[in-house]
T-cell receptor, first 113, second 112 residues
């Protein structure tokens, strides 16, 4: 069965620090990859997605992610976080002809002002 | 376009009761998926409906069921509620063939 691992469950950073959240998946075929964000009290929003092409994907709010096929990874990065980035971040992977993405357990990010 | 809407937003029930949650997808989206979100477990897939038919199903007991209407609106039902059913239930809609899922605000269910 396909699985998605987000190794960092809780991350605490100060403003202006750099961020990298890990995401690894188990499926070896063609995949679609997503990062979603859930701000406190708000619904899940799409940050960025990768379907094909340039493996470095840029999303909203200065986030980017890099698809490394050989490492089965799709890590999320931001060079300088802000207090407003405090949220829960979910990685999701879709593959194997399934329409349904598998989600990781999420990473809770707290940014101190 | 209006986003995905879910009603009600909050619900308190007692064990043994049943509950029905509703989801209206983005206009034009025919695929509706349901997820259960709990702290530490992330999003667990319940089921997906397309054109009034259940197309995919997750690993949840038969107490969890759903349906989709001809206008793509969907409902999910949980019978004989248990304490462990307390969670945020999310609905997501997408176009077909499915591209990106767009999520609603969720229904927070508390079972006492």
């Amino acid at each position: 069965a396909q699985s998605v691992s987000q190794h960092n469950h809780h991350v605490i950073l100060s403003e202006a620090a750099s961020l990298e959240l890990g995401c690894n998946y188990s499926y070896g075929g063609t995949v679609n990859l997503f990062w979603y964000v859930q701000y406190p009290g708000q619904h899940l929003q799409l940050l960025l997605k990768y379907f094909s092409g340039d493996p470095l994907v840029k999303g909203i709010k200065g986030f980017e992610a890099e698809f490394i096929k050989s490492k089965f990874s799709f890590n999320l990065r931001k060079p300088s976080v802000q207090w407003s980035d405090t949220a829960e971040y979910f990685c999701a992977v879709r593959g194997g002809g399934s329409y349904i993405p598998t989600f990781g357990r999420g990473t809770s990010l707290i940014v101190h002002p | 376009k209006a986003g995905v809407t879910q009603t009600p937003r909050y619900l308190i029930k007692t064990r043994g009761q049943q509950v029905t949650l509703s989801c209206s997808p983005i206009s034009g989206h025919r695929s509706v998926s349901w997820y259960q979100q709990t702290p530490g477990q992330g999003l667990q897939f319940l089921f997906e409906y397309f054109s009034e038919t259940q197309r995919n199903k997750g690993n949840f007991p038969g107490r969890f069921s759903g349906r989709q209407f001809s206008n793509s609106r969907s409902e999910m039902n949980v019978s004989t509620l248990e304490l462990g059913d307390s969670a945020l239930y999310l609905c997501a809609s997408s176009s077909d063939p499915p591209e990106t899922q767009y999520f609603g605000p969720g229904t927070r269910l508390l079972v006492l």
